[in-house]
């Protein structure tokens, strides 16, 4: 069953740059696989399963069997791209209502290339492509490889926009992006427009700000989110 979705692109294609973020830590694994589910509206009928994936469930994958083991041990223990086809396949089949037991026997008879089709299948339109993945899991935002990748396709994606629009009322506003989902408009009248271009500075004082509403560490946003730039506009399951 294909979630229904607005993407045009092939699922499968946009399934295939992740790709390019593997390998993972554990962290950036369940912040991976649960940035794309929560994207895509995916949510288990079994009411005793997570919706998203958490590093101890994805241990409790391990250890049932369900996930292969990673390469390494202990913190230098990594995941590849197969391991989040395997975290994604678990969700999407308990979204359907599917018992892991039978989870487990389906993983082991499915090569890769069968299981990669059906993950993009499922999901569908739905799939977000990477660049436009949340970068912040639950408590915080991936690191690594991963953290990198997402944040540089992001700020290439700030810098293509143009830098103001004009209201139907002729009133021109300046939009300075501030980070993922949150722009601030400032009239081109008011004095933090005219002093002169210091969108960097007002969008690391709102960006802090946010963090310290949403009770986040305000150097970790300061590291999330690049420079302001004018823009237009789980506990185991059972």
């Known amino acids: 069953m294909a979630l229904a979705g607005v993407s045009g692109s092939d699922p499968l294609d946009t399934l295939r740059e992740y790709r390019q973020l593997a390998p993972w830590n554990l962290h950036d694994l369940a ?38 083991p990673p390469e390494g041990r202990g913190t230098a223990a990594t995941y590849t791209y197969r391991h989040l086809l395997q975290v994604l396949s678990i969700k999407l089949r308990q979204m359907e209502g599917t018992t892991l037991a039978d989870i487990s026997k389906e993983l082991n008879e499915v090569s890769g290339d069968v299981l990669e089709r059906r993950v993009a299948a499922t999901l569908g339109g739905t799939l977000p492509p990477p660049r ?5 899991s639950e408590d915080r ?23 103001s629009a004009t209201s139907s009322g002729g009133t021109t ?8 989902g949150v722009e ?25 700000a946010v963090a310290r509403v949403l009770g986040q560490d305000p150097a970790i946003a300061r590291e999330s989110d690049g420079a302001g730039r004018k823009a237009d506009r789980p506990r185991a399951d059972s």
């Not at 895509?40 to 241990?59: D, F, Y």
């Not at 690594?144 to 810098?159: H, I, K, P």
């Not at 506003?173 to 993922?180: A, E, G, Q, T």
């Open 173 to 180: 506003w300046r939009r300075i992006l501030v980070s993922r």
């Open 31 to 68: 912040t991976v696989a649960g940035a794309i589910l929560e994207s895509s509206g995916v949510r288990p009928i079994n009411a005793a399963a997570t919706p998203r994936p958490n590093e101890r469930t994805i241990r409790f994958y391990v250890t049932r069997g369900l996930v292969t």
């Open 184 to 208: 601030l408009h400032v009239n081109d009248t008011h004095p933090l427009v005219t002093l002169g271009d210091r969108d960097s500075e007002i969008a690391d004082a709102v960006r802090l």
């Open 132 to 136: 436009h993945l949340p970068l912040t």
């Open 141 to 163: 935002p991936a690191w690594g490889r991963s953290g990198r990748a997402l944040r540089a396709w992001l700020s290439e994606d700030q810098a293509t926009q143009p830098p």
